[in-house]
Nanobody, 124 residues
Framework: QVQLVESGGGSVQTGGSLRLSCAAYGYMYITFCMGWFRQAPGKEREGVAVIVTRGGSTYYADSVKGRFTISQDNAKNTVYLQMNSLTPEDTAMYYC?????????????????WGQGTQVTVSS
């Protein structure tokens, strides 16, 4: 059983940066896909970025390309989301999630383990 614990959220001004962390406990590499999602009030959960744990391939939503970077530290069983040039539109609860495959990485239903979430608030 994999457990995921996010951290690193907070409040920043427009143009600021944050780095989110997702620590995985358990047999992380039974899962092959680690994703970051976000959900703003009244909106659907949105896939932001994903990393294939074996090989390190990454994919991003168009809305964050060039601003966000997903990475992993295998020794620490941790996945990161570096977020730069933040705007108020990035305000949301951010979740990390684990899945056995990345084919449908933008679909929340493809993930079987979720963290508790960490809040990101960007003010103008």
């Amino acid at each position: 059983q994999v457990q995921l614990v996010e951290s690193g959220g907070g409040s920043v001004q427009t143009g600021g940066s944050l780095r989110l962390s997702c620590a995985a406990y358990g047999y992380m590499y039974i899962t092959f896909c680690m994703g970051w999602f976000r959900q703003a009030p009244g909106k659907e959960r949105e896939g932001v970025a994903v990393i294939v744990t074996r090989g390190g391939s990454t994919y991003y939503a168009d809305s964050v390309k060039g601003r966000f970077t997903i990475s992993q530290d295998n020794a620490k069983n941790t996945v990161y989301l570096q977020m730069n040039s933040l705007t108020p539109e990035d305000t949301a609860m951010y979740y990390c999630a684990a899945a056995r495959g990345c084919v449908y990485w933008t679909r929340p239903a493809a993930y079987n383990v979720w963290g508790q979430g960490t809040q990101v608030t960007v003010s103008s």
